[in-house]
């Protein structure tokens, strides 16, 4: 099965330092195969046969904690998983000079549409949709200071999600999607 592993908090504002070559190793080092990093804020697509999804997060903190001396929580996702989220993710959104669109990654203690209870949402400025385990939330970049997305940086609620721009996680499905292909031509 192809997987993305979403790393939590890594190399933001110089802490967590990880060097994505250093941690593809760790990932083969553990059985993944076709792996491939994406950027720096910890995306790693890659195939695992062995396991199983629910234990695949936690044998990759360790394996990262052992590697890195870091206590970081990783989110497993499934191209299964990803395809509802595409699905919905409207064309039009981009991350550019105009508008701000990120997906929040919940974990899953997070991950139940009652979360919108949990959110300020302002309808005049902020456009949010949600699909299992991500909310989808998008605003003009001249309204970002005004925005409810602001209001959650910091609250136990932030603690149990990470996030990537539209543009990032357009981009790891991409990856995903050609990783699947690649294998099942082999």
Same mark, same amino acid.
């Given at each position: 099965?192809? @997987?993305?592993?979403?790393? +939590?908090?890594?190399?933001?504002?110089? #802490? #967590?330092?990880? $060097?994505?070559?250093?941690?593809? *190793?760790?990932?083969?080092?553990?059985?993944?195969?076709?792996?491939?990093?994406?950027?720096?804020?910890? #995306?790693?697509?890659?195939?695992? +046969? %062995?396991?199983?999804?629910?234990?695949?997060?936690?044998?990759?903190?360790? =394996?990262?904690?052992?590697?890195?001396?870091?206590?970081?929580?990783?989110?497993?996702?499934?191209?299964? $998983?990803?395809?509802?989220?595409?699905?919905?993710?409207?064309?039009?959104?981009?991350?550019? =000079?105009?508008?701000?669109? $990120?997906?929040?990654?919940?974990? *899953?203690? =997070?991950?139940?549409?009652?979360?919108?209870?949990?959110?300020?949402?302002?309808?005049?400025?902020?456009?949010?949709? @949600?699909?299992?385990?991500?909310?989808?939330?998008?605003?003009?970049?001249?309204?970002?200071? +005004?925005?409810?997305?602001?209001?959650?940086?910091?609250? =136990?609620? @932030? %603690?149990?999600?990470?996030?990537?721009?539209?543009?990032?996680? +357009?981009?790891? @499905?991409?990856?995903?999607?050609?990783?699947? $292909?690649?294998?099942?031509?082999?």
């Amino acid at each position: 099965m192809v @997987y993305v592993a979403l790393l +939590r908090g890594i190399n933001v504002g110089g #802490n #967590n330092k990880v $060097d994505m070559k250093l941690l593809k *190793e760790t990932f083969l080092q553990i059985g993944m195969e076709s792996v491939i990093t994406y950027i720096n804020s910890g #995306n790693v697509v890659f195939i695992d +046969r %062995k396991h199983a999804k629910a234990e695949i997060s936690s044998l990759l903190e360790q =394996a990262i904690l052992r590697d890195f001396n870091l206590n970081i929580k990783v989110l497993i996702l499934s191209i299964d $998983d990803f395809e509802p989220m595409m699905k919905i993710l409207p064309p039009a959104w981009k991350n550019d =000079a105009e508008m701000k669109c $990120d997906v929040l990654f919940l974990w *899953e203690e =997070a991950a139940k549409e009652t979360i919108y209870s949990q959110l300020e949402i302002k309808s005049n400025i902020d456009t949010v949709m @949600y699909s299992p385990g991500v909310i989808l939330w998008s605003v003009d970049k001249s309204n970002v200071t +005004r925005s409810g997305l602001l209001k959650i940086v910091g609250t =136990a609620l @932030y %603690k149990k999600m990470t996030v990537r721009n539209v543009n990032t996680t +357009r981009k790891i @499905y991409e990856i995903m999607q050609s990783v699947r $292909d690649t294998d099942l031509n082999e």
